[in-house]
């Protein structure tokens, strides 16, 4: 059984910076595409940022550079390091894992998504001005 289970998530004010995590148990990251989605209130489910199993890693644009996805393979975990907060960045955020964007189902509105296989429960930011 794959389980994805996210942590670091909280309360900051602007410009704050937050660093989440991502530990996996049942499935190798460093063999998997894994991601960072973000779902904010009446929004719908986006990608934040994304490492192929390559190694590649792929950011929103709205990011800005503000943000930096990392994995610590030793210990099968995925990080996202969050800098500049605005409240604009209040959502809960997702860890997810490997590829899946085959076969019908739901691959927008809200998450989890089909374009990965599996995802975590969620973690909440708020970023209060």
């Known amino acids: 059984e794959v389980q994805l289970v996210e942590s670091g998530g909280g309360s900051v004010q602007t410009g704050g910076s937050l660093r989440l995590s991502c530990t996996a148990s049942?499935?190798?990251?460093?063999?998997?595409?894994v991601a960072w989605y973000r779902q904010r209130p009446g929004n719908e489910c986006e990608l934040v940022s994304s490492?192929?199993?390559?190694?590649?890693?792929y950011y929103a644009d709205w990011t800005k550079g503000r943000f930096t996805i990392s994995q610590d393979i030793p210990k099968n975990t995925l990080h996202l390091q969050m800098t500049s907060l605005s409240p604009q960045d209040t959502a809960v955020y997702y860890c997810?894992?490997?590829?899946?964007?085959?076969?019908?189902?739901?691959?927008?509105?809200?998450?989890?998504?089909?374009?990965?296989?599996?995802w975590g429960q969620g973690t909440q930011v708020t970023v209060s001005s």
């Open positions: 997810a894992a490997a590829w899946g964007g085959e076969g019908p189902g739901q691959y927008s509105g809200s998450c989890p998504l089909l374009w990965y296989q599996y």
């Open positions: 490492i192929s199993r390559e190694g590649v890693p």
């Open positions: 049942g499935i190798i990251f460093g063999r998997s595409d």
